[in-house]
């Protein structure tokens, strides 16, 4: 029984549901017509099973580091690591397996950009557990830095660089939804934030509120960009993607408007799967892609 609990919580140390991130390796084979090739989407599909292995190995460690600290957050002190349910050593036992795992996947993709672009993300997640999180605003730009990675990783795939607008849009995107993060963490944590976060102590609300208004409209302008870019433009029926700006705009506007009115920001995982306007824009986006690029 022992054995089947600790099965269990390991499981949820996985936070499969933050998987939902390393679905930004198929944006590149969406926009260039090669979602439904049938090579491409098995070396994406692979390489997404692959980033789930190496995230859910961070998130293991993070929670061994972060252990006492989560303790005073209302809902990562409920984490089986932070509760003591799984022993730290068994947790980092898990997570050296899972590296391991996707280190061999990717390396029999027999893809070197690709293996390299894991190699750096994972360095890159370690120092962030490390260091980077307890250094003002480098914490966040090392997250952003995470989802340049994986656009990067889809990219590679395909055999293309992938668009610079594509690029800044993807790296204000994780920047925005990081400050809103920060930002409830310290309206909802208050007098305990810093104990739960120390680089928390450097930000200000007023602040936050400055960088996330700022991000939310570069993200609208590098999409606008990125819809007129040649690389879109070329394709046929390309030029139809700049009639899709405005589910970006209703996005960013959705996301501002729950945080500011409903006090949400904190898992940007929980408000697109339980807000359903914000879900429908964003299976309405998806889609009229998929016609304009594939009909």
Not at 82 to 87: F, S
Not at 220 to 230: E, G, P, Q, R, V
Not at 260 to 268: I, R
């Amino acid at each position: 029984m022992l054995y089947v609990d600790t099965i269990k919580y390991l499981l949820i140390s996985l936070r499969s549901k933050q998987w939902i991130k390393n679905l930004f390796v198929f944006v590149p084979l969406l926009f260039f017509g090669k979602l439904f090739d049938i090579s491409y989407l098995l070396l994406a599909s692979l390489s997404f099973i692959y980033f789930c292995f190496i995230s859910s190995s961070v998130y293991l460690i993070n929670d061994v580091v972060d252990k006492e600290k989560d303790k005073l957050h209302p809902i990562k002190s409920k984490r089986p690591i932070a509760q003591g349910k799984i022993a730290p050593q068994t947790a980092i036992g898990l997570s050296i397996f899972l590296i391991i795992c996707s280190f061999l996947g990717i390396y029999s993709i027999k893809n070197n950009f690709l293996f390299g672009i894991f190699i750096a993300y994972i360095i890159l997640n370690l120092f962030y557990s490390l260091v980077l999180k307890n250094t003002v605003i480098l914490d966040v730009i090392s997250v952003a830095m995470g989802f340049e990675l994986r656009i990067w990783a889809g990219s590679v795939i395909i055999g293309i660089i992938p668009s610079a607008w594509l690029q800044i849009f993807t790296f204000l995107l994780a920047l925005f939804i990081s400050f809103a993060k920060r930002r409830e963490e310290i309206l909802s944590l208050k007098k305990v934030a810093i104990g739960h976060r120390g680089v928390l102590s450097e930000y200000r609300i007023i602040l936050l509120d400055q960088f996330i208004a700022i991000c939310g409209g570069i993200i609208i302008l590098a999409y606008a960009l990125y819809a007129l870019s040649w690389g879109i433009l070329k394709r046929p029926r390309g030029n139809l993607v700049i009639y899709t700006i405005p589910f970006v705009v209703y996005g960013i506007f959705r996301y501002m408007y729950l945080m500011y009115t409903h006090k949400k920001g904190g898992d940007p995982t929980e408000i697109v799967f339980t807000d359903k306007p914000l879900l429908i824009n964003l299976f309405l986006w998806a889609l009229s892609i998929l016609v304009i690029m594939y009909s």
